[in-house]
């Protein structure tokens, strides 16, 4: 009772300071700090949220996916995860898994989710999807709440063979006595700390040990030095930040030593990330009208910051384009 009394106060507490609403389908930034953007909206015609975030890994997208295998560690990165357990293992990106969550201020919860990876190595991503699911039985524990209604996905996307693109989306009902708007109030920091543990983690020795020699590290690293592959990747990756998407296409159709170059890195980022900053360089010297901003433009530092975030950052939520960057800084 002293619990459940608590948290009512901290939802009182929260009314006011809520700040700006997401409209129905809409996301709304609701964080922007340590390299990670959060989001949230609400669900059409359910009194659902939906959370996202994104953020850029310094490490290989095989390599990320060993952490996500290893459910052992999910209490070490996914906030308010107390315990992690296999149930069974289909294959190697297919798999039931059972959750204890101990949030603060509500009941503990707990969950039953199906894991199912895909990966896409001629469009250079990754989706591991996660739901609830009833193949595996587990009893539910007195003073657990089982949470029924989850779904969510994790996203890798290449960005070079040393840097990934990860966005993490999730969508439940928190379940419970306890009022849907307090338990969003507590799940709604759960994307950003989760990735940004994450993120540590990726780092240990024993993933890229167990990526060394994987079927994913060797179909990316194939793709990674075919040129034609290399360039649907990145072609694809920037037409969709831009406006004018047939001018871009004309001078990806063109191009052809940045792409020679990034496959003759075998994808190194930093290869990649000239590539990029010369390619659209080319589009807005095409797209502004005053052609005497473009040379103060190509080496102002500060766009070239905001576009390299955009195109890295990128997803359903972002609402800049290269286009609008560019016409601010050509005022």
């Known amino acids: 009772m002293k619990r459940l009394i608590v948290a009512f106060i901290v939802l009182l507490l929260l009314v006011p300071a809520g700040g700006a609403v997401a409209a129905g389908g809409h996301w709304i930034k609701i964080k922007d700090h340590d390299g990670i ?10 009194d659902l949220k939906e959370f996202m975030a994104v953020t850029t890994i310094d490490a290989r997208m095989e390599v990320i996916g060993e952490v996500l295998r290893d459910v052992s560690v999910y209490p070490r990165w996914i906030t308010d995860c107390a315990e992690a357990v296999m149930k069974k293992k289909y294959d190697r990106n297919t798999f039931v898994l059972y959750l204890i969550l101990n949030p603060p201020l509500i009941e503990k919860r707990d969950i039953v989710l199906k894991d199912e990876t895909l990966y896409d190595y001629e469009n250079g991503n990754a989706v591991i999807k996660f739901f609830c699911t009833h193949e595996v039985n587990v009893p539910v524990e007195k003073n657990r709440t089982r949470v029924t209604e989850m779904n969510g996905l994790y996203k890798m996307e290449y960005l070079g063979r040393n840097r990934t693109k990860f966005i993490y989306k999730l969508r439940v009902d928190p379940s419970g006595s306890i009022p849907k708007k307090l338990a969003y109030a507590v799940m709604k920091k759960y994307p950003h700390d989760t990735l940004k543990k994450l993120k540590q983690i990726v780092g240990e020795k024993k993933y890229s040990d167990a990526a060394r020699g994987s079927i994913e590290e060797r179909e990316i690293n194939r793709r990674a030095s075919d040129e034609l592959v290399v360039k649907k990747i990145f072609g694809n990756n920037i037409l969709r930040a831009v406006e004018n998407k047939p001018a871009l296409e004309s001078i990806i159709a063109a191009e052809n030593e940045n792409f020679r ?10 290869t990649i990330h000239r590539a990029t900053r010369d390619i659209l360089m080319k589009y807005i010297a095409k797209v502004i009208e005053d052609k005497t901003k473009i040379e103060q433009m190509k080496n102002n530092r500060r766009m070239n910051g905001e576009i390299t975030d955009l195109i890295t950052t990128f997803s359903e939520a972002s609402g800049d384009t290269v286009d609008s960057i560019a016409a601010r800084y050509s005022k």
Request: net charge neutral; charged share 20%; glycine share 16%.
């Open 37 to 46: 953007k959060s989001y949230e909206r609400t669900v059409p015609g359910t």
């Open 261 to 270: 170059n990034i496959a003759a890195s075998g994808g190194a980022y930093e």
